[in-house]
């Protein structure tokens, strides 16, 4: 193994292998890369099971000025516009770069995309693979023109655990697999390692995405920004399963209404109603849920009969709980998932450690501002791939020497969820966001399995306590209103820390009961 991992020295690293990571992989092409992947290639992958598609103007209807407009409108204040506009003016050349990879992009009977719509977009914008199967499709494609490019090396069931830094610059990274630890020497590392679901008892992420990300940058020294901004799903399956299957917004986009147990179709106060951003729609069945009822999504009428055909894959799921959709009601409730917030980079890609860059739901580009726009961020990874490829392609392959390091435990979620899922949910406060901190900052510390997720459990807390506002997906009881000026927030995990400290000195958090 040892003399396997020598002969890869040098070679840029790009940690998971979702659409991010394989995507930065064939732009780097044909320079030498190494992929490294926590599963087998397309297994428990975010990227797998996404649902909704890629968002894109690509109607005669649409531009990317009125992409823009929405992008914006939905993000509450909060994105970086230059960045914004940049990422979905490339979206439709992206999309046709995909279908030259022969991804099976539905399409109408003359053959032109078919466009779907989903919350708070003015337009029909969303290009789906096989209806709900998109992510499944689009993974199938990319693995297998991964799997045919010489240049690229994917390790499967390899888990990345520590980076070296040193002066501020990547010099490598520990990780490891069934033959134990491994340090793999390079000066160039790419983070492509999703969300943060697995830090919640409720998520439509797979379990095992748990911040690994944000822990790796975080303890390598980066800036990491509007970790505060979670986005709540408004329709996940209401059921046992966890993680929660989800009830794509493509299904409200074609029609289906969300009622209670009495029928009553609840929203009528809602601007957009079923269609309303999702930060919006998540609160408000949230607070419905809170009064003391169940909600449904009434797919009866429409899409109806047509519900099997259109979203196989929910259709399915929803047939292993018993419920046929064309027939009964799905009982759904809000559940986390998607990270606005991430690793802080600039507009290649870069972090501000040298040498690391983060691509997909663990960057934080500005894109998605306080509230992300459905299918965003699927365009997100596949356009802001290239830039990042470009900008390690031009970052000279200095050699660098192998390294000792300590075994490091592979991060357990499980203990944090039940002190984080309430503080950092729909519904905010800081007497909550305060208890978690409490919780979170001795295993933070600590060498146990859940330090890191810990550590990205309270750097998030953190920076929820600290916006004193109500904005986007981030909803505080104390806080109800929004401040007259919009500041994107940043954050590091010697500050959170330092932070947490002060507090668990402070008369205010010594006096708080669990
Ligand atoms: C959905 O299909 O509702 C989810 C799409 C997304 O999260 O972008």
Redo the contacts with the bound molecule.
């Keep these: 193994m040892s003399a396997d991992v020598r002969s890869f020295f040098g070679r840029p690293i790009v940690i998971g292998g979702g659409i991010a990571g394989l995507m930065t992989a064939l732009h780097l092409a044909p320079e030498p890369v190494l992929v490294l992947s926590r599963t087998l290639l397309g297994a428990d992958t975010a990227s797998t099971w996404?649902?909704?598609g890629l968002a894109a103007s690509m109607g005669n209807d649409d531009n990317p000025a009125l992409h823009l407009a929405d992008t914006i409108a939905a993000g509450d204040g909060l994105c970086d516009r230059r960045m914004a506009k940049r990422i979905l003016q490339a979206a439709p050349g992206a999309i046709e770069g995909l279908a030259r990879l022969r991804i099976p992009f539905d399409r109408t009977a003359n053959g032109s995309l078919r466009l779907g719509l989903?919350a708070a977009h003015s337009r029909r914008r969303i290009v789906h693979a096989h209806g709900?199967g998109s992510g499944r499709e689009i993974m199938r494609a990319l693995i297998a023109a991964v799997r045919s490019t010489p240049s690229i090396v994917v390790v499967e069931g390899v888990e990345a655990r520590r980076l070296a830094v040193s002066d501020n610059a990547i010099r490598g990274v520990w990780a490891s697999c069934s033959l134990g630890s491994v340090f793999f020497a390079t000066r160039r590392i790419v983070l492509a390692t999703g969300g943060i679901g697995g830090l919640f008892l409720d998520s439509t992420n797979p379990s095992g995405n748990c911040g690994q990300g944000l822990a790796l940058a975080a303890r390598a020294g980066a800036v990491l920004s509007d970790l505060e901004f979670i986005q709540f799903?408004p329709?996940a399956l209401d059921g046992s399963e966890r993680p929660m299957t989800?009830i794509?917004?493509?299904v409200r986009g074609e029609g289906a209404a969300l009622i209670d147990e009495t029928g009553r179709p609840f929203l009528e106060c809602v601007p957009g109603a079923e269609l309303a951003a999702r930060d919006v729609l998540a609160r408000a069945v949230w607070n419905h849920l809170a009064n003391g009822h169940r909600v449904f999504l009434d797919a009866r009428q429409r899409p109806g009969s047509e519900f099997a055909r259109q979203f196989p894959t929910i259709a399915s799921a929803c047939r292993g709980a018993g419920i046929n959709p064309a027939r009964d009601l799905i009982p759904v409730r809000p559940a986390q998932?998607?990270h606005m917030g991430g690793v802080a980079v600039d507009r290649s890609g870069r972090t501000s450690v040298n040498g690391l860059w983060a691509c997909g739901e663990v960057a934080s580009t500005g894109l998605h501002g306080a509230n992300?726009l459905?299918?965003?961020?699927?365009t997100e990874a596949v356009v802001c791939a290239r830039w990042v490829a470009e900008s390690v392609a031009r970052t000279p392959a200095r050699r660098t020497k192998s390294a000792c390091g300590d075994e490091y435990p592979s991060p357990d979620p499980i203990p944090v969820r039940p002190s984080l899922s309430p503080a950092l949910g729909i519904v905010r406060n800081g007497a909550g966001l305060k208890a978690a901190i409490r919780a979170l900052m001795p295993i933070a510390e600590s060498k146990h399995a859940a330090a890191d997720p810990a550590a990205v459990g309270l750097m998030i807390a953190i920076a929820a306590l600290r916006r004193e506002e109500s904005r986007g997906a981030h909803y505080r009881t104390d806080f109800p209103h929004q401040a007259p000026e919009a500041r994107r927030s940043e954050i590091t995990l010697e500050a959170a820390l330092e932070a947490a400290r002060e507090l668990a000195h402070s008369p205010a958090l010594a006096g708080l009961t669990s």
């Design positions: 996404a649902q909704g989903e709900d799903h329709t989800l794509s917004e493509a998932h998607y992300r459905a299918s965003n961020s699927l």
